[in-house]
């Protein structure tokens, strides 16, 4: 990145949706005019809180935590290459309907507390269920190129969404399995109904982000042939007390 280019720009949905004004930074790696910069930007702008998400770096960990970014996560990126023999037939599973939304979204609402919004401390609980709620029915209605949709006795008790990112490449968005299903294997299914799916649409790699603390998903697409590949860090940077927006 040049010194001429810009280093954050305004997240216009999180801050209509949370409430607050939000940015993001660009930069992987800051030094401290850098992050002097970023700072008078925010101010200037009337940002209340920044996102920065940075390489795994001790030196960019160091300078941020100096100037009270807090880390809120850290991310782990997992990747598998795929074959033809990658694909397997998934019998349990089928693409989204629109009628699986309601169950979809009372799985989100509980299913993804180890994220940095969580982690944070200063967002509002039941926003951050709600914008997990959001996010997989925004998933079902298009967002997503294809949501793969686990059903016991009629009823979707498992999903996973899946987006097409460029030639040969596609990654993993949201998992999440009704929690009185989980360890019967239902991950497995939604795993293989993913593969599956991209299996007729020429992609020869899929990545998959979670969370560092995560150790369970982490094992889950490791032994389901993942390698882990890259490690990142979240910082969130408050600018404006929010103690308020943490009940």
Avoid at 132 to 148: F, K, P, T
Wanted: charge should be negative; aromatic fraction near 10%; include cysteine.
């Amino acid at each position: 990145m040049s010194e001429t280019e810009p280093l954050c720009e305004t997240l216009d949905w999180d801050s209509r949706f949370f409430g607050v004004s939000i940015a993001r930074a660009l930069p992987a790696r800051v030094t401290a005019e850098r992050c002097r910069a970023m700072l008078d930007w925010c101010r200037t702008e009337g940002v209340d809180c920044l996102y920065l998400l940075a390489d795994d770096d001790p030196d960019t960990d160091r300078l941020l935590q100096s100037a009270s970014f807090k880390r809120v996560d850290e991310r782990v990126t997992l990747e598998r290459e795929l074959t033809s023999e990658s694909s397997s037939f998934a019998a349990d599973t089928r693409p989204s309907r629109l009628d699986d939304i309601p169950a979809l979204r009372a799985i989100a609402a509980v299913s993804h507390r180890d994220s940095r919004f969580y982690n944070d401390g200063s967002f509002d609980r039941e926003r951050c269920d709600e914008f997990y709620r959001v996010w997989i029915e925004n998933s079902c209605r298009g967002w997503a190129d294809h949501v793969v949709v686990a059903e016991r006795n009629g009823t979707a008790v498992g999903y996973l969404t899946v987006h097409l990112r460029g030639p040969g490449a596609s990654s993993i968005g949201l998992v999440g399995v009704d929690r009185a299903l989980q360890r019967h294997g239902i991950g497995s299914h939604l795993l293989a109904g993913a593969l599956a799916w991209v299996s007729d649409r020429s992609v020869t790699r899929m990545s998959v982000a979670t969370q560092g603390r995560n150790s369970a998903s982490q094992g889950f697409f490791q032994n389901a042939g993942f390698r882990r590949v890259s490690a990142s860090v979240w910082y969130h940077r408050w600018f404006t007390p929010h103690a308020d927006t943490a009940r």
